[in-house]
């Protein structure tokens, strides 16, 4: 069986101050506080283009909840307030779907759809142009991953370990895959990720699991982290960030501490960094960007995995993962802050505070523009330079 309800609120909040370690070693019977953060020249230039609603968002939930952009559009769900559309560049709102579903995932956009899941269960699927409804569908379990909608199908993940493919026209289920889930993981999943005839799928056991894409059947698997210690805390190995696909290498990495390069195709491992988190990776030319349970932020060579380096001065604050704008990597915190970082060096270069709420969700940067959301719904763009 999965974790109760009751220890999942702990990992809800994406590093609770009531788990030993999290929050560094004890002194004196009190666990250590957030790092203070420290100021610095900044030296890049951070504008603000606008800020939107979503709606009521996710609060404790902990389904790091956040946009999706396509076609000059960021679509944005909240768990209440249904989904609504605004423009990339200005945040004019394009439309909105009014919904009483409480819709805790995604949304994921593509092919002319934006597609959002509920705590229920419910998959609802929108016209991209418009917001009017194409259809609803349901699974078995919760919803806080973003569906990603390719290959003429929605695949949803689901909490009970299931990925289910539905058909993109109708919402019928083509088929579906499940995965046992551990006794206890880190609270979250998240989207899985295409390739030409893959779905790649990184599991809270810590493996990456290929399926083919028309019919679900199992291809290879790769353990990024093995299940070891001794408790289930001490095993946790969660891959709770979308597995990157870069031309025929897939980039994972684990809350053990652990990041992977695949050779996508056949499932051989490529190399081993020996460190990573259960976030998201940043992406640049030449190097990755991950962040650790501790709030470390470490960039590694994208050839070889090596440490390039480290930022130790958001120790305990709760990072999201990490997204990659220009010359910088940047993170959001608990406290609503956003960090820039040099991607060559790893120095802070700009810091804004984006909202009085937390950050859990990654931020999400297309076309120079960077989107981030807040667990109260609220968004704010930002770009470099001006």
Same mark, same amino acid.
């Given at each position: 069986?999965?974790?109760?309800?009751?220890?999942?609120?702990?990992?809800?909040?994406?590093?609770?101050?009531?788990?030993?370690?999290?929050?560094?070693?004890?002194?004196?019977?009190?666990?250590?506080?957030?790092?203070?953060?420290?100021?610095?020249?900044?030296?890049?230039?951070?504008?603000?283009?606008?800020?939107?609603?979503?709606?009521?968002?996710?609060?404790?939930?902990?389904?790091?909840?956040?946009?999706?952009?396509?076609?000059?559009?960021?679509?944005?769900?909240?768990?209440?307030?249904?989904?609504?559309?605004?423009?990339?560049?200005?945040?004019?709102?394009?439309?909105?779907?009014?919904?009483?579903?409480?819709?805790?995932?995604?949304?994921?956009?593509?092919?002319?759809?934006?597609?959002?899941?509920?705590?229920?269960?419910?998959?609802?699927?929108?016209?991209?142009?418009?917001?009017?409804?194409?259809?609803?569908?349901?699974?078995?379990? %919760?919803?806080?991953?973003?569906?990603?909608?390719?290959?003429?199908?929605?695949?949803?993940?689901?909490?009970?370990?299931?990925?289910?493919?539905?058909?993109?026209?109708?919402?019928?289920?083509?088929?579906?895959?499940?995965?046992?889930?551990?006794?206890?993981?880190?609270?979250?999943?998240?989207?899985?990720?295409?390739?030409?005839?893959?779905?790649?799928?990184?599991?809270?056991?810590?493996?990456?699991?290929?399926?083919?894409?028309?019919?679900?059947?199992?291809?290879? %698997?790769?353990?990024?982290?093995?299940?070891?210690?001794?408790? %289930?805390?001490?095993?946790?190995?969660?891959?709770?960030?979308?597995?990157?696909? %870069?031309?025929?290498?897939?980039?994972?990495?684990?809350?053990?501490?652990?990041?992977?390069?695949?050779?996508?195709?056949?499932?051989?491992?490529?190399?081993?960094?020996?460190?990573?988190?259960?976030?998201?990776?940043?992406?640049?030319?030449?190097?990755?960007?991950?962040?650790?349970?501790?709030?470390?932020?470490?960039?590694?060579?994208?050839?070889?995995?090596?440490?390039?380096?480290?930022?130790?001065?958001?120790?305990?604050?709760?990072?999201?993962?990490?997204?990659?704008?220009?010359?910088?990597?940047?993170?959001?915190?608990?406290?609503?802050?956003?960090?820039?970082?040099?991607?060559?060096?790893?120095?802070?270069?700009?810091?804004?505070?984006?909202?009085?709420?937390?950050?859990?969700?990654?931020?999400?940067?297309?076309?120079?523009?960077?989107?981030?959301?807040?667990?109260?719904?609220?968004?704010?763009?930002?770009?470099?330079?001006?």
């Amino acid at each position: 069986m999965h974790v109760s309800a009751a220890v999942l609120c702990v990992f809800a909040l994406g590093g609770c101050t009531t788990v030993k370690g999290w929050f560094g070693s004890k002194k004196d019977g009190k666990p250590n506080e957030p790092t203070e953060l420290v100021e610095f020249a900044p030296t890049a230039t951070i504008s603000k283009l606008w800020s939107a609603q979503a709606g009521k968002g996710e609060d404790r939930l902990g389904a790091r909840q956040g946009p999706a952009i396509a076609d000059g559009r960021v679509y944005a769900a909240a768990v209440e307030g249904g989904v609504r559309a605004f423009d990339l560049q200005t945040g004019k709102p394009v439309w909105h779907y009014e919904s009483d579903l409480l819709l805790s995932g995604g949304p994921g956009a593509g092919d002319g759809l934006v597609v959002a899941g509920g705590l229920d269960g419910h998959v609802i699927a929108l016209d991209a142009g418009t917001g009017a409804e194409k259809w609803q569908s349901k699974v078995n379990a %919760e919803i806080i991953a973003t569906p990603v909608v390719g290959l003429g199908m929605v695949f949803v993940r689901s909490n009970d370990g299931r990925l289910t493919a539905l058909d993109a026209a109708s919402g019928e289920r083509r088929w579906f895959w499940t995965r046992d889930v551990p006794l206890l993981s880190v609270r979250g999943n998240d989207a899985p990720v295409l390739g030409p005839g893959f779905v790649f799928v990184g599991n809270d056991d810590g493996t990456v699991q290929a399926l083919a894409a028309n019919d679900g059947r199992p291809l290879w %698997e790769q353990a990024v982290a093995q299940q070891e210690g001794r408790s %289930e805390l001490d095993r946790m190995a969660d891959i709770d960030g979308t597995p990157v696909l %870069e031309d025929t290498t897939l980039f994972a990495t684990s809350y053990k501490g652990r990041t992977l390069a695949i050779d996508a195709p056949s499932g051989r491992p490529m190399w081993s960094g020996e460190h990573g988190g259960s976030g998201r990776i940043g992406v640049g030319s030449d190097r990755l960007v991950v962040v650790d349970r501790q709030g470390g932020v470490f960039g590694l060579q994208k050839s070889s995995g090596g440490t390039l380096w480290q930022q130790a001065g958001l120790a305990r604050r709760n990072l999201t993962g990490a997204a990659v704008q220009g010359d910088y990597a940047v993170v959001g915190d608990f406290d609503g802050y956003l960090h820039w970082l040099k991607l060559d060096n790893g120095e802070f270069a700009a810091r804004t505070r984006a909202s009085r709420k937390a950050l859990r969700a990654a931020p999400v940067v297309v076309d120079g523009v960077l989107v981030a959301q807040d667990v109260d719904g609220e968004l704010n763009a930002y770009r470099l330079g001006q």
